[in-house]
Structures are given as structure tokens and as C-alpha cells.
């Protein structure tokens, strides 16, 4: 092998991420070396290497040859389905690897599979990076964003070809190194969780936009573009206009008033509200996404409900919610409804980013999280470089509700944004993420709540104890006792 010229990195699984992310490396100029398990694979990724410019990609066809055409110290990227197929695909390679090289899980896996991984792989000598890609098929040939954790050795010894592979904005590449462990994994997670929330606001706008402000798919599309050019420039915003604008091959009107409403999902969104739960880290707006994706599942339950309400004599009149309804102004509330509402979103995830680096001793920074998101993933948007800014300025801040800037324009926007949530309410039409993070903003900016009665009922029902505002220590209350006295 040693007379053939030996490629700079390799890659294994070809699906389209994989294939897309391979030819993104060799257009960089590296020298890559792929190999699929379904060897036509190979064949169609070499195919795409020589129409789209002649790229310097060399299939191998069995992971021998693969690895020992990889120079040392050898770093090899894995793009297969998490779970078992990475295992499998590990112990297939690692034969053949030696101590110092190097396996990077380029997978959406749930972060202890490549903590267990990464000892795994120290018991052989390997390194080991649990890498998150966002961006999508498009972002993995173009430029996504990388968030890559693990061995520091290991992503050094990487860092020149990832900081030319990811997407590229005014402050550098979108890719740093994350943390030790599975933070990478982690980061990759909350990311996703965010993007849960992300999807179901912007389904909320739309929802409220079209059904009480009778907005037709051509005013949808051209508000979005509006949108897009102000504060809530945003890829997801981006689309959504394009979305509207698509017409439908097999009959009239737009396609997307023809998808099913019923929203998949593979996991990530779930696994975030889980670790908020276990973190005791407050989520609403991701989880009220979650719960929307599940009832949305529920299509049949809900068409039946929707006629057994309707026999028991619930009207659905949103014609008489949308009369007299200021269009103009519906539509600037719906968008400061739609930025206050994302704000609370990405508060809750950074401050579970914080949570997880403190209980795990990651040492996150969160500013530099916000900074590779700017580009290349699926939340990337313009404010991120605010929210950078924000920990910039304060690496401690508690909550991003509380950063200055942040705090001024929620109280600008929370006037709107209660009219937009109000407005839903009164026609019945169900804004759970938009509620969820008004919910979320009352609770956490008010000084004192309801909770000194809970407090008073554990003790009643439990012995709990409960803590004086007035003087310090544990006090109990024989409270059914002294009540009845005071009959």
C-alpha cells in the first residue's frame, strides 16, 4: 500500500449525508478514502466524485483495504444509522487500526453510547470524537455545522480539514472543540431540541395567520420573505416562504395544503425533554413540541373528536374570531409573538447546555455554541450572533430573558405577543408553544409565586417542611389540627 499514495482522512457509509460530506472533504482538497458495506455505493460515490469536478475520492471495497489506504495517524469518519450499526462498523475497522488513529462518529447518537465508546476504543489505543452534523444533505456537501467532542488529540488532528469542511461565517468556521465526552453528542441534541421548538412556533404564526387572519398561501409566502429580512432571518423562515410558494402536480392550489397532518420524528426532540427532567431544567416550549408532534399522530382520534365535540355542541366558528380583525397589525403581532416566543426557546436550551456542563465538567461555552450555529445548521439565524454577544458580555448569565438587550425587547414585544396568544385562545385554536413560552417568561420574571401554597400542602399531606420568607430554618405545621381549631 505504502507505493500508492495514501489519502488524509476516510469515510465510511455512503447513504447521501455520508456521500455529500465525502466529496465536500475531497473538494477542499483532501484526499479521501470511502467505503460502503453495499459496494454499489461506492461505485455511485465515485460516479458523483468524477461528474462534480474531478475529485481526488478512492473506493475501497473492504475494510482492510480501506483502512491501510488512510494515512496514520489514521482519523476514519463513520455516517451510519446510531445504535448497533455503529458498534458493528467499529469492530469491523478497529481490527485493522492501530494505536493513535483515530474513529469520528459522524451520527445523531445519544451521547453515553459514545462515552462507552470512547473507553471502548481507549482499551485498543484509539481516539475517539462523538461528532454532531447539522445542515441536512445540503449543508453536508456545502458546509454544516460540526460539533465534535471527545479526544482533543483526535480533533486536532482533524481541525484543518473540519475548519474548511464546515460552513463559513464572518467569524470563522462553524466548528470548535466542543468538550470531553459525549458532549459533542449532547450539544448536536439540544441543538435539535431547539429546532423542535423552532418548527412548531413558526407552524403556530402560520396557523393563526391563516385561520383568524384568512391569509392565503401567496400572502404567507410573501410575509415569510418579509420576515426573512428582519430580525427572524432565519434558514427555517427561509423555506417556510418557499414552502408556500410550491404548487401542487396533481391538482390545484399549493402542495402544502395537501401534506397529511401528522409530524415524524426520530428521537432527539424526546431524548432533550428528558434530560431537561432529569436536570431539573424547566423546557416548556420544547417540550410542548414534543406533546404537538405526538398528538399530531393521532390524526383518526382527532377527526373523530373533532365530530363527537361537534354533536355535544362545540361550534368552531373562527370566521366570527377573524371579523373585525386588523389584518396589517395581526400580522406585526404574530412576528413579535414569533421572535419573543423563540427567544424563551433558546433560553431554556442554552440554560440545559449549562446544566449538563456542570454536572459533567464539560466546561461548554455557550457563546462559542451560538457561534457555530450561525451557519450551516437547520437553526441557523441571525440573532444567534446576539446570543453570542450575550454570553460574550456576561459568561454567567443566568438566563438570555435577563441579558439587557434581550430583556428590552421582550418588554417591547410581550404587549403583541399577548394579544397573538389571547386572540388564539378566544378562536380556539391551539398555540402551545407560543403559551408555553409566555408561560415560561411570567414565571421566571415574577418575584413571588403560587408555590408557598404547594409548599404548604406537601407539609399538611407529608411532613415535607416547608421554609419561612421571614426567619431562617425548617418548620412543620400540624395544619389539619390548628384548621379545625379555628372553626
Known amino acids: 500500500m505504502e507505493s500508492v499514495a495514501l489519502s488524509r482522512i476516510g469515510l465510511a457509509g455512503l447513504a447521501v449525508m455520508g456521500q455529500n460530506l465525502a466529496l465536500n472533504i475531497a473538494e477542499k482538497g483532501f484526499p479521501i478514502s470511502v467505503y460502503n458495506r453495499t459496494t454499489s455505493k461506492v461505485d455511485e460515490t465515485l460516479d458523483r466524485a468524477s461528474d462534480e469536478g474531478k475529485l481526488p475520492v478512492a473506493g475501497q471495497y473492504s475494510p482492510r483495504d480501506f483502512v491501510l489506504s488512510i494515512q496514520r495517524p489514521r482519523s476514519v469518519i463513520i455516517l451510519v444509522k446510531a445504535g448497533a450499526p455503529v458498534d458493528q462498523t467499529i469492530s469491523a475497522l478497529s481490527e485493522y487500526m492501530e494505536p493513535g488513529d483515530c474513529i469520528i462518529d459522524g451520527g445523531n447518537e445519544w451521547y453515553q453510547n459514545t462515552e462507552r465508546r470512547i473507553v471502548e476504543a481507549e482499551k485498543k489505543g484509539l481516539l475517539y470524537l462523538g461528532m454532531g452534523v447539522s445542515g441536512g444533505e445540503e449543508g453536508a456537501r456545502n458546509g454544516p455545522s460540526l460539533m465534535p467532542?471527545?479526544?482533543f488529540t483526535a480533533y486536532n488532528n482533524v481541525k484543518d480539514i473540519l475548519e474548511k469542511v464546515a460552513a463559513q461565517v464572518e467569524d470563522g468556521p462553524c466548528v470548535t472543540y466542543i468538550g470531553e465526552g459525549g458532549s459533542g453528542n449532547f450539544v448536536k441534541m439540544v441543538h435539535n431540541g431547539i429546532e423542535y421548538g423552532d418548527m412548531q412556533l413558526i407552524s403556530e404564526a402560520y396557523d393563526v395567520l391563516k385561520n383568524v387572519g384568512g391569509l392565503s398561501n401567496d400572502e404567507l409566502a410573501d410575509i415569510f420573505t418579509e420576515w426573512n429580512r428582519g430580525e427572524l432571518e432565519s434558514f427555517l423562515v427561509e423555506i417556510t416562504s418557499?414552502?408556500?410558494?410550491?404548487?401542487?402536480d396533481y391538482g390545484d392550489g399549493e402542495l402544502v395544503d395537501k401534506i397529511l397532518d401528522k409530524t415524524g420524528m426520530k428521537g432527539t426532540g424526546k431524548w432533550t425533554v428528558q434530560q431537561a427532567a432529569e436536570l431539573s431544567?424547566?423546557?416548556p416550549t420544547i417540550a410542548a413540541s414534543l406533546?404537538?408532534?405526538?398528538?399530531?399522530?393521532?390524526?383518526?382520534?382527532?377527526?373523530?373528536?373533532?365530530?363527537?365535540?361537534e354533536e355535544a355542541g362545540l361550534k368552531e366558528d373562527l370566521s366570527s374570531a377573524s371579523r373585525g380583525v386588523d389584518k396589517k397589525r395581526l400580522i406585526d403581532d404574530v412576528r413579535q409573538a414569533l421572535y419573543a416566543s423563540k427567544i424563551c426557546?433558546?433560553?431554556q436550551g442554552m440554560n440545559l447546555l449549562r446544566a449538563k456542563s456542570l454536572e459533567k465538567g464539560w466546561d461548554l461555552n455557550l457563546g462559542e455554541m451560538a457561534r457555530i450555529w450561525k451557519g450551516g445548521c437547520i437553526i441557523r439565524a441571525v440573532f444567534l450572533d446576539r446570543i453570542k454577544k450575550a454570553y460574550q458580555r456576561n459568561p454567567n448569565l443566568a438566563s438570555l430573558v435577563v441579558d439587557p438587550d434581550f430583556a428590552k425587547e421582550m418588554v417591547q414585544r410581550q404587549a403583541a405577543w399577548r394579544r397573538v396568544v389571547g386572540l388564539a385562545i378566544s378562536a380556539g385554536i391551539s398555540t402551545p408553544g407560543m403559551c408555553a413560552s409566555l408561560a415560561y417568561f411570567d414565571t421566571y420574571r415574577r418575584a413571588r409565586l403560587p408555590a408557598n401554597l404547594v409548599q404548604a400542602q406537601r407539609d399538611l399531606f407529608g411532613a415535607h417542611t416547608y421554609e419561612r420568607t421571614d426567619r431562617p430554618g425548617a418548620y412543620h405545621t400540624e395544619w389539619a389540627k390548628l384548621a379545625r381549631k379555628s372553626h
Do not use: H, P, T, W
Not at 404537538?292 to 382520534?301: H, T
Open 345 to 347: 426557546s433558546y433560553a
Open 242 to 248: 418557499d414552502i408556500f410558494r410550491v404548487k401542487d
Open 281 to 283: 431544567v424547566a423546557a
Open 149 to 151: 467532542g471527545g479526544s
Open 291 to 309: 406533546d404537538c408532534r405526538y398528538l399530531s399522530g393521532l390524526k383518526d382520534e382527532r377527526e373523530n373528536a373533532a365530530k363527537v365535540l
